[in-house]
């Protein structure tokens, strides 16, 4: 017991130690971002105070300009110019001679900058809601799940874990190399692309930049037309937290344009990060297979929600109207196929019909409401298809929300969170992707046909089950063809960002978030070296040198064997064969030596 003493005090005070480190805050310097023209205080000029009036039927691509405003009340709020391909491989040029500084920067310094961000976005979450608010309709709180909580939850985990993962990490070396030490190592790609969606403008932009600058790789991105007001906002917290630690300039780039920018960007970098949909996420891949880069795809999905006969009703049911009503009816790894047990059906429904019944719609920073606007210009008549086509296959609408006061040129805008029963794989609602608050219950007898009905879809980003054995859960989620599941919970793999984010099918390929993510930034290398050099150096053995021996095979028949046979004896019998071949190689090569 003696001996244990000191180990355990010592243990002890490293504890106490560390856990007093803990308590002296570290030194991050603030940054100043200017705000001034984003916030709405009521005093916009008469510039930008007027009611935008999108052209419908055509977009904007001809003018050259991305016209910006609030999709919750139609209010103008700029534009910003649509890049051409010369401008952007500029910027990406420019990205490329700043990045070459960057690799070199230690990861003290990249942990510094991540802090700055951190310390920014905790300090100043109302301004970053409410810009993302403004700009996409969504709510207050669901900016903050999504855009907020989550980006400080990947930069936490980087300041955590990054450089562990972006280390050279040791590998076995095999029977055959016992005297090579094995390692791999990640290098910097150069210049990553990414193609980001407007449902979460913040994060989006976060995401890709916070593992590509990590890891010591600079990143232009483009973000949707949709949301390149508050993008543009975004990208100077970036620089000003990169100029604080002293980076290059044009490490990160945010542009802002249409198709023909995000092509020209495609064609120039090292790696593309695409989110979007599966139509452009195949002309993505056939454009980057002009230069073989490596692509990203996150593609959407149509993810399933399973309750099970023995949950507890009014809980699930809250969460299932939050994941149909996840940011504001816009559904980034929202459920949109809903399949319940028939033990408890109605029950649910009920349940959830009265849960509905109580959501209001309106504009977002006007009042109090449960739920925003929708983002894209006439993707409320999508929605309105999407319902009549399944109303008229037989299925009931059985709850819809309510709106709050709108403005007269933002109705079209808005659509009510909408529930229906009776539904089957025959309609359009349950095999297109939604991308709006409605929420089709259908009700299934079995596990093993719930797993088939959530199978039964070209997509395959996610999946939530539900039920009071988590055994049985967890069976029936192993089953789904996916790639990231959530067990009595939803959309909580997200919130891990050790893990990483990603499909399968028609949801895409690749992976972002975690340590997969972040090696997905690097150009992993293989490296072998000899262990115990220079006293133990690597030598071809005489049989096999040039010329070969006339026992050259034999040779290496035996040391195959011996290195990999299932028999120890025979390994041994094989080993003193080898010998015997080396030593007999040997006297013959020192008498020609001599001779």
């Known amino acids: 017991m003696a001996f244990w003493w000191p180990i355990i005090v010592l243990a002890f005070a490293y504890a106490i130690c560390r856990f007093l480190l803990m308590l002296i805050p570290p030194n991050v310097p603030s940054i100043d971002v200017d705000a001034s023209d984003v916030l709405d205080d009521g005093n916009q000029t008469q510039e930008n105070s007027f009611i935008y009036i999108p052209p419908r039927g055509r977009t904007q691509q001809s003018d050259r300009k991305v016209q910006c405003y609030e999709p919750a009340t139609m209010k103008y709020l700029g534009f910003f110019p649509a890049l051409t391909p010369a401008e952007v ?107 980001v969606s407007w449902n979460y403008p913040f994060h989006n932009i976060f995401n890709p930049m916070l593992a590509a600058v990590f890891s010591g790789n600079g990143v232009v991105i483009k973000v949707s037309e949709h949301a390149s007001w508050s993008g543009c906002f975004y990208f100077r917290i970036i620089q000003a937290a990169l100029a604080a630690v002293g980076a290059p300039e044009n490490l990160v780039e945010v542009i802002t344009g249409f198709a023909e920018t995000g092509e020209a960007l495609v ?92 959501v209001s719609a309106g504009p977002p920073l006007a009042a109090r409401y449960d739920m925003g606007a929708i983002c894209l210009q006439e993707h409320s008549e999508k929605l309105q298809h999407l319902v009549d086509d399944a109303v008229d296959k037989g299925a009931e609408i059985v709850a819809r929300g309510s709106f709050g006061h709108l403005s007269e040129g933002a109705v079209d805008q808005f659509f009510p969170p909408t529930v229906l029963k009776n539904v089957n794989h025959t309609m359009k609602l349950m095999q297109e992707e939604t991308f709006g608050p409605i929420m089709p219950i259908m ?147 020192t008498s020609k030596k001599n001779d």
């Open 443 to 589: 009700k299934f007898n079995s596990d093993e046909e719930v797993v088939k009905l959530a199978n039964d879809s070209r997509y395959g980003l996610g999946c939530a089950v539900f039920s009071g054995s988590q055994r049985r859960a967890k069976e029936i989620a192993s089953q789904i063809h996916c790639g990231v599941a959530a067990v009595n919970d939803f959309a909580s793999t997200y919130m891990c960002q050790s893990l990483p984010f990603g499909g399968t099918k028609d949801s895409g390929f690749g992976r972002f978030a975690g340590v997969e993510g972040l090696r997905a930034c690097c150009l992993v290398k293989a490296v072998v070296e000899d262990r115990w050099w220079p006293y133990i150096k690597t030598k071809i053995p005489k049989p096999i040198q040039y010329p070969v021996a006339e026992n050259g095979f034999e040779f290496q028949e035996s040391l195959v064997e011996a290195l990999y046979g299932l028999n120890i004896w025979d390994r041994l019998r094989a080993l003193v064969n080898v010998l015997k071949i080396i030593s007999e190689q040997n006297p013959v090569a």
């Open 267 to 358: 064609s120039s970098v090292d790696k593309i990060i695409f989110v979007g949909s599966p139509g452009v996420g195949k002309w993505i891949m056939a454009n980057a297979a002009e230069t073989l880069i490596p692509v990203t795809l996150e593609l959407g999905g149509k993810d399933a929600f399973i309750v099970c006969e023995d949950v507890d009703i009014p809980h699930v049911a809250q969460v299932a109207v939050r994941a149909t009503l996840q940011s504001s009816g816009q559904n980034c790894a929202g459920a949109e196929r809903f399949y319940v047990h028939r033990d408890i059906y109605n029950s649910f429904v009920n349940q959830v019909t009265k849960i509905v019944k109580s």
């Open 89 to 195: 491989e500029e910027r990406v040029t420019q990205a490329r001679k700043a990045q070459k500084i960057w690799a070199k920067s230690s990861f003290k310094q990249r942990r510094q900058f991540l802090r700055i961000l951190l310390k920014y976005i905790i300090e100043h979450q109302e301004l970053i809601c409410e810009v993302s608010s403004r700009d996409t309709g969504k709510t207050m709180v669901d900016a903050s799940l999504g855009e907020i909580m989550t980006t400080c939850e990947k930069i936490t985990w980087l300041l955590s874990e990054g450089e562990k993962w972006l280390r050279p990490e040791y590998r076995s070396s095999g029977r055959s190399m016992l005297h090579k030490k094995s390692k791999v190592e990640f290098h910097p790609l150069g210049v990553i692309g990414a193609i």
